[in-house]
């Protein structure tokens, strides 16, 4: 049995998926089980990070977790707390998923959210791997509405590069990491193949949907105005957008061959990944009638 939290969240659903489909049997943790949607003979349970017995009846009867917990700054303790949970209920090994950067000093605040669920699983006595994925390709779904409209992409890492990964593969390295030996001890920085900035990807888009792109610079107290009328804490946008001058710097120019080494392949480039989520920037008939 493999427990699985954030069992709704972008990698926690596609490793849910990528586990059932290998035969593995799989326990899905979510606040909100009547809204999970799940593949057949997925048990699915509820628990609360912040309710850590509804956690430790999550974990019951596991051999192995993976651990999604950090949100933002107000959560910085939550992996700490759940791998806890997971070893007193008897997981021997878990997979933490963490973030490229971390503990980077030149990151900031933001760069030491996952330190104490790493430190956790370091020091937990299990079988522990860290993974620490770049810029998810999904990242980009943020632009769908601009891209349908035909306004312009905004942009907040100006010419900064990445090793934008498509999220499946972090899935595939975290289903690896779970279900066989020799990942124990590891943590894995995990990128695709090809350095991209925004513009790049952009063009990606333009090219795919057949039509030019535009792209806008969004300045730096424009985003946060944006971010904390949309519901997000000051510390939580002032840590995002250190993130994001970070990568605008050049910080996150970095692509390794890890995903390579676990999974004998290549890692997937943003050009498949749009190229499978290609309906997602397409207009709908709603959408022209209403231009």
């Not at 593949?39 to 956690?55: F, T």
């Not at 035909?150 to 890492?157: A, I």
């Not at 939580?236 to 990568?247: I, P, S």
Request: proline residues 5%; negative net charge.
């Amino acid at each position: 049995m493999i427990v699985v939290t954030g069992a709704t969240g972008t990698i926690g659903s596609e490793l849910i998926r990528q586990l059932a489909a290998r035969g593995v049997r799989v326990r899905a943790v979510t606040r909100n089980p009547e809204q999970a949607r799940v593949p057949a003979g997925v048990e699915v349970v509820r628990g609360d990070y912040h309710d850590l017995d509804s956690m430790a009846v999550a974990m019951t009867g596991a051999a192995a977790a993976f651990i999604v917990g950090v949100l933002g700054p107000d959560d910085a303790e939550t992996d700490r707390a759940l791998v806890r949970t997971a070893r007193d209920a008897g997981v021997r090994r878990i997979v933490k998923l963490s973030a490229i950067g971390t503990g980077n000093p030149e990151l900031g605040r933001v760069g030491t959210w996952h330190i104490p669920g790493e430190e956790a699983a370091r020091e937990s006595g299990l079988e522990w791997t860290i993974l620490r994925p770049t810029s998810f390709a999904s990242n980009t779904l943020s632009w769908a509405d601009a891209v349908r409209s035909g306004q312009p992409v905004p942009n907040l890492t100006g010419t900064g590069s990445q090793g934008v990964i498509d999220p499946r593969d972090v899935a595939a390295v975290a289903a690896e990491a779970l279900v066989m030996p020799g990942h124990s001890g590891r943590i894995y920085t995990l990128t695709g193949p090809a350095l991209l900035t925004c513009a790049d990807q952009v063009a990606t888009l333009a090219t795919l949907l057949g039509h030019p792109l535009d792209v806008v610079d969004v300045p730096e107290h424009v985003a946060r105005d944006h971010m904390i009328s949309a519901g997000m804490s000051p510390e939580f946008a002032d840590g995002a957008l250190a993130g994001q001058a970070y990568v605008r710097a050049g910080g996150n120019a970095t692509v390794t061959d890890d995903v390579r080494q676990v999974l004998a392949r290549a890692p997937r480039s943003y050009a498949e990944w749009a190229a499978d989520h290609a309906s997602s920037f397409t207009p709908s008939v709603a959408d022209q009638n209403a231009t």
